[in-house]
């Protein structure tokens, strides 16, 4: 089936310092979402993205749907300790099926005090 | 803000019981799903619902079912329950057209556990 490549898989950082994910497809997509699970719990949306090259941020974060329309990225800027967890993206596939939002496999952070 | 709620949070059941998971949400969304998730894992889509009466099969197989009788209600069941079933399930529904702008909320997880 459809993939996205999600990376880093994992990420260690200090507190304050700024950090990037991306996920990649070679198939186009109509919508990117970025969420954050926390452990435990279920994954909260952070982000959505609509059109190709828009960026949108949410305090802290932004995140860019890819001019391509296949990656997207989010940046999270000034890292807090409340800031770990996973981080998943997910498309929706253009012309897709199967509920149509196909999620990459996360992004684990850790940020060091 | 997502109103998507699940019950139970957490089970601990024995090896062939038969339980229920519940789901429900209260902002009329069309589409409901079903992901199972074991820890700091990817999410596999089980079931999915575009709307009452209409339930299919997800990525990954699984020995649950699931109906749709109402538009809130998506719950998910295990006829007899196996140690191989212990995960995370995470219900879901989501907003926005089948072809662009589909968006989805997830409720906080039921985590299930088979002795």
């Known amino acids: 089936g459809q993939q996205l490549n999600q990376s880093p898989q994992s990420m260690f950082i200090q507190e304050g310092e700024d950090v990037s994910m991306n996920c990649t497809s070679s198939?186009?997509?109509?919508?990117w979402l970025w969420y954050k699970q926390d452990p435990g719990e279920g994954p909260v949306l952070l982000i959505a993205?609509?059109?190709?090259?828009e960026l949108t941020s949410n305090g802290r974060l932004t995140a860019q749907f890819g001019i391509t329309r296949k990656d997207s990225f989010l940046n999270i800027s000034a890292s807090i300790p409340s800031d770990v967890g996973i981080y998943f993206c997910?498309?929706?596939?253009?012309?897709?099926?199967?509920?149509?939002?196909?999620f990459g496999k996360g992004t684990k952070l850790s940020v060091k005090p | 803000e997502a109103d998507i709620y699940q019950t139970p949070r957490y089970l601990v059941i024995g090896t062939g019981k038969k339980i229920t998971l519940e789901c429900s949400q209260t902002?009329?969304?069309?589409?409901m799903y079903w992901y199972q998730q074991d820890p700091g894992m990817e999410l596999h889509l089980i079931h999915y619902?575009?709307?009452?009466?209409?339930?299919e099969k997800g990525d990954l197989s699984s020995e649950s079912t699931v109906s749709r009788i109402r538009t809130e209600h998506f719950p998910l069941t295990l006829e007899s329950a196996r140690p191989s079933h212990t995960s995370q399930y995470l219900c879901?529904?989501?907003?926005?057209?089948?072809?662009?702008?589909?968006?989805?909320?997830f409720g906080e997880g039921s985590w299930l556990t088979v002795v």
């Open positions: 879901a529904s989501s907003v926005g057209g089948f072809y662009s702008g589909n968006t989805i909320y």
């Open positions: 198939s186009i997509f109509n919508t």
């Open positions: 993205l609509y059109k190709a090259g």
């Open positions: 997910a498309g929706q596939l253009v012309g897709g099926s199967q509920g149509n939002l196909i």
């Open positions: 902002m009329g969304h069309d589409k």
């Open positions: 619902s575009y709307g009452v009466n209409s339930t």
